[in-house]
């Protein structure tokens, strides 16, 4: 068995999806996602003119040798650009072999360790009140965990403070505007003053049941994320992510000396070794890798692995930039993983990305639960993909009030 061809589309409803189809020589196709949320065209252009010409004539069955000639192949390794076109061609090539075998992909893993997985949604609001009012109809639609941010009373422009309406994330959907940025202003004492009390009317609002989840976006120092955590523990969050910035897994240690509230972290890590000390010093509760950035299903299988060891649980980014390929390849990790957590929800749903990526894939009452339909689960119509092009857009960049880039 021979892969032939290969093709990178690029576009998506309210998004710049990168999504990879591999064909072979017995009509079997596999699908992948490689997008780079606001670098999509680079991930893109790497499996186009350097990864797909040497794909074409390989095993697709031989998926882990695939993944080791280009990881250990590469001189320069690692990075999100590199590590999400690997994941999209690992994606696919899995893809493949559970057609192969008519099997869902959980099957290939060692089958199923639970019936359905908890997800949770994005809760926000210009301000207390109106943040109170979407983690309502979250609860209402459903929903047993909810992320929750709220717009700082002195902080207009920062990204909490913009509302949003359940089952639509608006406020994730890329500015299209053009590459340049926006500027938002950020004030950590403002923050610090208000947030705590916040969650705390949050959690007598809504009671000891809901998990409530609160991101952080690497905003604090690690001092200040130690005296903020201490400062919560009375709310009982599920977790609080991103508490500092990831670069430095030494960061955290500051924390876990001052308070037991579990911390989540790594949506922006690539690959094991961005948070091996992290998980071996159980320095972290959840790790947040995506299929997407951390290289495919292979090398994410590993993390969980040695997750597992360490008494750390999954909780996978799934943002709107994680296309439903992406997702069905976590929606199979998670029926999986013995020490599966929760998992991000905000891609599927929309009649547009319905008929984009069609998927056996359903959420219920705050559950998603697999397809299963053999390989990943979703498809891929070319026909509407056709309808969408490339449109530029940036995240956001942050300053202090003084002028300073601060972290996003």
Partial sequence: MK?????????????????????TDQGVYGLGDATLNNRETLPAAYLQDYLIPNLIGMDPRNSEDIWQFFYRGAYFRRGPIAMAAFGAIDMALWDIKGKLANMPLYQLFGGKSRDGALVYAHATGADLDDLMDSIAAYVALGYKAVRVQCGIPGMPTASYAVPDKPGTNNNYI?????????????NTDLYMRFMPGALAEIRARFGPDLKILHDVHHRLTPREAAEFAKAVEPVGLYWLEDPTPAEDQNALRMLRQHSTVPIAIGEVFNSIWDCNKLIE????????????????????KRIVDLAGLHNVRTGFHGAPSHSP???????????WAPNFGIQEYLVLGTPACDALF????????????VSEAPGLGVDFDEAEASKYTYSPGSHPVVRLEDGTIWDY
Wanted: hydrophobic share 45%; no cysteine.
């Fill in 358 to 369: 069609p998927s056996g894939h359903k959420m219920e009452n705050g559950m998603v639960f």
């Fill in 174 to 186: 890329s500015d299209f505007s053009g590459i340049r940025p926006k500027v938002e202003i950020w």
């Fill in 325 to 335: 390929i992406s997702m069905a390849a976590q929606h199979h990790l998670n029926a």
């Fill in 3 to 23: 892969i032939t061809d290969a093709k990178v589309f690029v576009g998506g409803p309210a998004k710049n999806y990168v999504t990879l189809k591999i064909m």
């Fill in 281 to 300: 010093q159980e320095l972290i509760d959840f790790i947040r890798v995506a299929v997407t950035y951390a290289g495919g299903i292979t090398h994410v």
